[in-house]
């Protein structure tokens, strides 16, 4: 399971998965569009929760 966040753009999950990379959290996916269409990038956060960031 996990949490999503639709930030509004492309650049925008481009951006923030960037800074959440820098700060050292683990991306485990994209950013990428996925098989449905979708924009997004994976990150495992506190206690191994994911956290989706999409459009």
Do not use: M, W
């Not at 930030?7 to 996925?34: C, H």
């Amino acid at each position: 399971s996990h949490i999503a966040f639709s930030v509004g753009s492309i650049e925008k999950v481009d951006e923030l998965t960037a800074e959440l990379k820098a700060d050292g959290y683990e991306v485990i996916s994209g950013p990428r569009t996925t098989g449905d269409g979708y924009y997004e990038s994976c990150i495992v956060a506190v206690e191994d929760n994911q956290i989706e960031i999409t459009v």
